[in-house]
């Protein structure tokens, strides 16, 4: 068991230890730029931080060591000479550097005082370590929230399409990578939601993710990184698509349907994948076997019977117009295909055409639009988009006539 100093020898140790207080700090300092190259190759002003750090926690320790419980908040009184930005410049590794270059250098130099003063040098870097590691872990849980609600805002503003001039620099403060194209993805809040769990399969996956938590709601956006990058993961056939990626986030989400907005080039541009996904998340009931996860265009129909202007707009540009532009015939055939209950004969029959016509015709629909008429769901899309197209087209023809006699 070690022997506790006498009053008489504490007080003398005391007066000893303030004597080589300043000596005690000018050894650490050469030590510290001797030992540790980061400490060396740091600014000026920087070094100079640290080096009060260093001497405040000699300082402190003579205090304490003359009175141990007078002074229990023994990590505010060393860091408390550190200037705020300290904490994000030096990690918390250098830190337990530094504590253990400080007590070397004392130890070293208090050598031959007595056990009861190398114990209490021992007693005390153990406390400076703790109250390291608190510091450190509070300015964590600080910056966990700050990130968190940073994170919120930046979906909320790409779900509300209220994008400014700062939310790049928003998005690189969350430590976005992806450099590609964007898709976002809508459903329901699980209720043993694991966010942690979720950004480990995104990282598996080599994709960014932005998460969003709005009640009963999650909202993912997610990044993918373009081909040049080394973010993106390594595969023969190149980087997953979305709509695979979207299948192994889906274990994150709660019961119900999953929507997944259309791809678009950046994440500047994130707000029209929300908004669609967002459509069809509200739609997704109204059909009946809709896989999970769903693709947001494939409700189009559904979307657009809802008043959504985007699905109007995205079936009448991308179906009637191309249709249009390419051959009346097939549009027409479409129409009397799809009025024909899909029947080849009854088409054929309608049209005075052989069946292999219109077998080559529906074809030719497909190369040109992407949309295969023989399927149920497919043939659903492609007649919402004719009644649209030709409702626009009629109240436009009308609107001409009408302006056309006023004048």
Sequence with gaps: MTPR??????????????RISGDLATATIKRLEES?????EMPPARRSAVGLVAQAGITSFIEWYDNP???????????????????????????????????????????????????????YSREVAFGAADVYARAAEARGLWDARLEALVVDSILTGEADEELPSRIAALGWHGHGEVAVLVGTTSPQLDVDQVRRTARKLGVDVLIGVQGSRLVLVIGRADGSSSAAPAADDGPLPFPEIARRLEPGFGPGHLVLGPTVPALVDASQSARAALAGFAVANAWRHAPRPVEADDLLPERALAGDSLAKATLVDRIYRPLHAHSADLVTTLWSYLDNGRSLEATARELFVHPNTVR????????????????PREALILQTALIIGSIGTEVTRRRGGAQRRTS
């Design 5 to 18: 100093a006498t009053p008489e020898q504490k007080a003398e140790t005391l007066a000893w230890l303030r």
């Design 36 to 40: 540790l190259p980061w400490y060396a």
């Design 69 to 123: 419980n007078a002074t229990p908040w023994v990590a505010a009184d060393v860091f408390a000479a550190a200037p705020r930005e300290l904490l994000r410049s030096v990690s918390l590794t250098q830190t337990l550097q530094l504590i253990r270059v400080t007590v070397e250098v004392t130890e070293e130099r208090v050598a031959g005082r007595g056990e009861a003063l190398r114990e209490s040098i021992l007693l």
């Design 360 to 375: 080559y015709r529906l074809k030719r629909v497909t190369d040109v639009i992407g949309w295969d008429a023989t399927g």
